[in-house]
């Protein structure tokens, strides 16, 4: 099955700067690739995904870039504020057989330091 | 839009105790997931329905958990007896059909287990 790994844990920034955070999987068939924020104690929401016949995709300040010769993505955001701070999971799907579960990373818990 | 109904929002219970959790999705979507998420970690599939059918629950804990979509609609899910290793949210989401990628998820069932 799929395996996604996801660094760094932890990720402390100054507001302002930007934060990247970086994504593994293993399954070459893979094809959708999803961010998630989660607040804490709150559910899991969409920010931006992108599909395997695209390498980058932009939305206001964040961004996701695709390789898939190395099998890795990764999240940017620019001009990061207070409420970027959360928990950020990347995710990677394959659809075969109609299971197409997403496998999420562990999480990357992103601060931002006034 | 309404989203996806969860219930209840937290339960303790103590070992070998039974327990139930229900979701209601979004009007309309096809697909309905249950998802484990361990404090600390990314959210893991347990079951994946599309309509009232079962599509992977590979990853379901067979022997003490069971889930059940009757008529394409709700969902229940049910862990009996829980373990300690149980305590986690669980997550249900729903997408509008397979292959599309994007969930939407509830705002989770807080179990813990004593």
């Known amino acids: 099955g799929e395996n996604v790994e996801q660094h760094p844990s932890t990720l402390s920034v100054q507001e302002g700067d930007s934060a990247v955070i970086k994504c593994t999987y293993s399954d070459s068939a893979s094809n959708y690739f999803p961010w998630y924020k989660q607040e804490l104690g709150k559910r899991p929401q969409l920010i931006i995904d992108?599909?395997?016949?695209?390498g980058e995709k932009k939305d206001q300040r964040i961004a996701v870039t695709l390789n898939k010769t190395a099998k890795h993505f990764s999240l940017h955001i620019t001009e990061t504020q207070p409420e970027d701070s959360a928990v950020y999971f990347c995710a990677a799907l394959f659809s075969g057989g109609g299971a197409d579960g997403l496998t999420f990373g562990k999480g990357t818990h992103l601060i931002i330091q006034p | 839009e309404a989203g996806v109904a969860q219930s209840p929002r937290y339960k303790i219970i103590e070992k070998r105790q039974s327990v139930a959790f229900w979701c209601n999705p979004i009007?309309?979507?096809?697909?309905l997931y249950w998802y484990q998420q361990i404090l600390g970690q990314g959210p893991k599939l347990l079951i994946q329905?599309?309509?009232?059918?079962?599509?992977?629950d590979s990853q379901l804990p067979k022997d003490r958990f069971s889930a059940e979509r009757l008529k394409g609609v709700d969902s229940t899910l049910k862990i009996q007896p829980a373990k300690l290793e149980d305590s986690a949210v669980y997550l249900c989401?729903?997408?509008?059909?397979?292959?599309?990628?994007?969930?939407?998820f509830g705002e989770g069932s807080r179990l813990t287990v004593l």
């Open positions: 009007s309309g979507h096809a697909t």
């Open positions: 989401a729903s997408s509008l059909a397979e292959g599309t990628g994007e969930l939407f």
């Open positions: 329905f599309q309509n009232n059918g079962v599509v992977d």
């Open positions: 992108i599909r395997s016949n695209v």
